[in-house]
């Protein structure tokens, strides 16, 4: 029976290019806090399934949108 916390080989290239990506985009680190935090959720997408560079980027997307939906809007 195959550990469901494994990863496939390929399943941590794509999480690392996703990582890299993502982090490049909004000009953090990936070594940063807020790269620990994107990595621990890529890691936690990829728990049973399988996804590509686009699905995972897809996902993040939208839980930052969720998230920023939520925030508080400032008063002026």
């Known amino acids: 029976m195959l550990d469901p916390k494994a990863y496939h080989p390929n399943d941590v290239?794509?999480?690392r290019q996703a990582l890299d990506d993502?982090?490049?985009?909004?000009?953090?680190?990936?070594?940063?806090?807020?790269?620990?935090?994107?990595?621990?959720?890529?890691?936690?997408?990829?728990?049973?399934?399988?996804?590509?560079?686009?699905?995972?980027?897809?996902?993040?997307a939208e839980a930052d949108t969720e998230c920023s939906s939520r925030r508080p809007q400032a008063a002026y």
């Open 13 to 15: 290239f794509v999480m």
């Open 22 to 60: 993502w982090c490049a985009r909004r000009r953090i680190e990936a070594n940063s806090r807020e790269g620990h935090r994107i990595a621990l959720r890529i890691l936690d997408l990829m728990k049973g399934e399988r996804l590509t560079r686009t699905e995972i980027f897809m996902r993040l």
